[in-house]
């Protein structure tokens, strides 16, 4: 039996680790900054009036407070720049969470695109050997990515039955034109399925869904 390619022989179809939260900056920092401005914007649509509402009300009170306890004078001004500090706060610290869910959920999104995106373009330069696309639970798009995985090892299986049925043809080698043809396309088949020329004579009993590893993002 054809013995499965070593992990260290195979060069996988895209990043084996996601290192970073940006796989596509451009798309992760255009959605994610539209989420984030929606957001603080509904937010200011409150806190702007809000805070015209306490700039007169804070008015009304120290003018108060001058003419009939002007002690209180300071417990406003604390409160009042308490309450502008807890209001920028926040401000920010709602923009900055919803950056970050933003990126990370842009992430769950682009990532098995990407994934599936590289792996058709190895495809497309007859790498049939590299390792199905595995992506991480959290992530979106499992089931496309199962559909994916079910069509990459059918054409897998094909191109071994054409192998085998290539292999059983015998041409009459003084015929040099069919004879040269038939080894090109031996070759190119061999190439694409990653296998060795004296590995040849055992692909009878290879499967290449046993000897595909997988690939993480």
């Known amino acids: 039996m054809l013995h499965p390619i070593p992990l260290d022989k195979v060069k996988p179809s895209s990043y ?3 290192q970073t939260r940006f796989i596509d900056q451009g798309f992760q920092l255009k959605y994610t900054f539209f989420v984030s401005g929606i957001v603080l914007l509904a937010i200011a649509c409150v806190f702007i009036p809000s805070f015209y509402f306490l700039n007169e009300n804070y008015k009304i009170f120290t003018d108060i407070a001058y ?13 009042y720049g308490g309450l502008i500090l807890i209001a920028s706060g926040t401000f920010v610290a709602v923009g900055a969470f919803f950056f970050i ?20 373009r190895n ?12 992506i991480r639970d959290t992530d979106e798009f499992q089931d496309l990515v ?27 080698p003084a015929d040099r034109d069919s004879f ?8 190119e088949k061999k190439q694409q399925l990653n296998i060795a020329e004296d590995n040849l ?13 997988e690939i993480s993002a």
């Not at 994916?148 to 009459?172: C, G, M, P, T």
């Not at 004579?201 to 590893?213: E, F, R």
């Open 16 to 18: 084996q680790s996601r």
């Open 67 to 79: 003419e009939y306890a002007p002690n209180m004078v300071r417990h406003l001004d604390r409160e």
């Open 101 to 120: 869910l933003g990126l990370k959920v842009t992430a769950k999104i682009i990532a098995p695109i990407h994934i599936i995106t590289n792996h058709l």
């Open 123 to 134: 495809l497309s330069r007859g790498r049939w050997f590299d390792r199905p696309v595995r």
């Open 146 to 172: 199962d559909a994916y995985n079910y069509f990459y090892h059918s054409f897998q299986k094909a191109i071994s039955r054409d192998l085998k049925k290539l292999e059983k043809i015998h041409v009459d």
């Open 180 to 187: 040269f043809a038939l080894q090109e396309m031996i070759s």
């Open 201 to 213: 004579t055992q692909l009878k009993n290879h499967d290449p869904s046993n000897t595909s590893n």
